[in-house]
Every structure is written in C-alpha cells, then in structure tokens.
C-alpha cells in the first residue's frame, strides 16, 4: 500500500476546476490524489493544508530547542518542537510527497517555506557531526525511496529549462535543493503558466499540465506496483 502525503500551500482555498478565483495548484494536486486512487483504491492519503493553516515560522526558541540534544531539552522545548515532530512524522511515514507549491514573486509561498524550516531538522532529518572532515552533514532520509511531486503554478510563462525567463523561477530548485538536502532527491514537476494573461495559452497550459499529471501518476504507480510485487516475492 502507498502513502502519500498530499500537500497545498496556496492563499486561494479553492480549485480553479471549480471555483472562478480557485488555485491552479490545489486543482493540479488533487487531480494527481484522484488519479493515484484510480490506481491504487486502498492508497493511504494525508492531507495538510498549509496554505490554510501554514506552520509556526522558526525563532529564536525552536532554534534553541532543535540544537539542544534531546536527552537535555527542557518541557518547554519539546512542546516548541511538537508542531516540527508531526510534520516530519508525517514526511517519516510517507513514499510520495504531492505538493502545490504555486509561484509567489519567482519563489515559494511564506508557508511553504515555514514548513520546509520545520521538516529540515538537525537530528532528525539531516545529520551534522563538526569532528567529520570534509562534510560535516548527511541526510537522513536517503535510501528510503521516497518520491517528491512539485505540481505549481505562474502567471507569467518562459519558467521552465532553458526557457526565456528561467533564471527567475526559484520554486522547483528551491524545493528540489531543501528536499535533497535531506535525502529526497526522486523529483518530479509540473506546471501550470499563462494565468495573468486569462486567454486561450492559459487554458492549452491548464490542459497539457493535466495530462502532464495523468502520465506521470501512471508511470509512478506502475513502479509503486512493481516494487510492491518484487518486495513480496523477496519476502
């Protein structure tokens, strides 16, 4: 059975499938959920909506408690901390990450960003000894096999590889880099383009993103299914 863990970040609460000023994002996410369940009846999905209630931004306190070992943290720094524990419990827990992440001037959204600053944690996601020479960090998820799925959204068009205005899209690179950091580094994207300019090109990018979408549950969830049988025959 696959887990996902199925994230949305952006401002808008609705879908644009079905709600006039609805997100992009949360209409690509969801359709990628539906289409994984098409696959896969009995896939175990969690739901956080960060963009609706986004996670405390770091301060002084969680820095201070996160750097503390553990087996000396006061009452204090584990209820600070308590928030940061579900969310990487959750990550722990899941094989793939969907996440909306729409493009807010050329990079993430505040509360995608609180959240990556929550889950990339010194001791539990990532490690750091100072006493290694060379590289003093390793991620701790590596080897677990977990898939990133970046699903945005720009108003603007030209974001993509090598495209006219490539240099200024810092949301894919931005959640690639954070992820891989600690070990996820299987990532996928898709993107919708063109929702200032409201015409035909933003309904031809909605429906190639879509497809985009389709194609990519239907490789994902044949590879889930085949590693699912060759685990059972291993056993």
């Known amino acids: ?20 000023h609805g997100s992009h994002t949360r209409r690509l996410s969801a359709r990628f959920v539906q289409r994984w369940r098409e696959h896969e009846p009995d896939a175990q999905i969690v739901y956080r909506d960060i ?23 006061e009452p204090w720094m584990h209820e600070r901390l308590a928030q940061s524990d579900a969310l990487i419990d959750e990550l722990l ?19 995608f960003k609180a959240y990556i600053d929550n889950i990339v944690r010194v001791g539990r996601t ?41 240099h200024m899209n810092h949301v894919e690179g931005g959640v690639a880099t954070a992820f891989g950091y600690i070990g996820i ?11 200032e300019f409201a015409d035909d090109r ?16 239907e490789r994902m969830a044949a590879a889930a299914a085949a590693e699912a049988v060759e685990a059972a025959e291993a056993a």
């Open 1 to 20: 059975m696959t887990r996902l863990l199925h994230l949305d970040s952006s401002a808008r609460p609705g879908r644009s499938d079905t709600d006039r």
């Open 202 to 217: 933003l309904r031809a990018s909605i429906a190639s993103a879509e497809a985009e979408v389709d194609a990519l549950v």
């Open 51 to 73: 963009g609706a209630e986004p996670p405390s931004p770091v301060d002084s306190r969680w820095v201070h408690a996160a750097f503390t070992p553990p087996a000396q943290r």
């Open 126 to 166: 990532f490690g750091f000894d100072r006493s290694r020479i060379g590289e003093p960090y390793w991620p701790l998820l590596a080897g677990m096999h977990k898939r990133l799925v970046i699903l945005s959204s720009r108003g603007d068009f030209g974001y993509g590889p090598g495209q006219r205005i490539a």
């Open 93 to 111: 827990a899941a094989d793939v990450i969907v996440a909306g992440v729409p493009m807010y001037n050329f990079g993430m959204p505040a509360q």
């Open 185 to 195: 580094t299987d990532v996928a994207s898709v993107a919708i383009e063109y929702d």
